[in-house]
Structures are given as structure tokens and as C-alpha cells.
Nanobody, 115 residues
């Protein structure tokens, strides 16, 4: 079992920045990729960014150049630095951890970007 706890969400004006954090605990030795997903009201959950244990990252086209994912394996933590935020970035952001045969989700942290 893996537990994921997110933090760092909040209310910010358009153009502002937020940094999300996700701390993993439990059977963390089995985690391979970690990432962030988001779900806006009335929409499906979508991929934002992922990062492998070796530090290779991917991004959704909508956040490329504005968001940056990073991972501190010593602290079992993955971060999402979000800059130049837009109202359309408003969503609940979920941390995800993948293993060979399973995946885990955090409880989510709300991000609201006002125009």
C-alpha cells in the first residue's frame, strides 16, 4: 500500500504561481512513475505531468512551458511548480503513483485561478 498526501493548492489570480507537493509513504520502494492529474468540474480527469524515477518528465500540451514537475526520491516527494496560471487551470489536482501492477491516488488539492 502507498499513501499519497498532496498540499499547496489554493486561490490565486491569473498569472500567479503555486507549488504543489505530494509526499508518498508506505511501500514506496515499488513506485516507478509519479505524476499529477487534474479534474475540472464537469470534466474527466486528465493528465498534467508525469516523471519517472530517473527524472524523465512529460507534460500535457496545455501546460508545457508553464508547469514544471520535479521529484526528490530521498524525500519521497513529487512537486508541481505552476507558473503563469490561467483560469482554465482551475481544478482539483491529484497526485498519482504507479507500480508494476497497480497505481495509487491522493485525495486531491483544489486549485482555483481567478481572472
Amino acid at each position: 500500500q502507498v499513501q499519497l498526501v498532496e498540499s499547496g493548492g489554493g486561490l490565486v489570480q491569473a498569472g500567479g504561481s503555486l507549488r504543489l507537493s505530494c509526499v508518498a509513504s508506505g511501500s514506496i520502494f515499488s513506485i516507478t512513475d509519479m505524476g499529477w492529474y487534474r479534474q475540472a468540474p464537469g470534466k474527466q480527469r486528465e493528465l498534467v505531468s508525469t516523471i519517472t524515477s530517473g527524472g524523465v518528465s512529460t507534460y500535457a500540451d496545455s501546460v508545457k512551458g508553464r508547469f514544471a514537475i520535479s521529484r526528490d526520491n530521498a524525500k519521497n516527494t513529487v512537486y508541481l511548480q505552476m507558473n503563469s496560471l490561467k483560469p482554465e487551470d482551475t481544478a482539483v489536482y491529484y497526485c498519482n503513483a504507479r507500480m508494476l501492477l497497480s497505481q495509487y491516488w491522493g485525495q486531491g488539492t483544489q486549485v482555483i485561478v481567478s481572472s
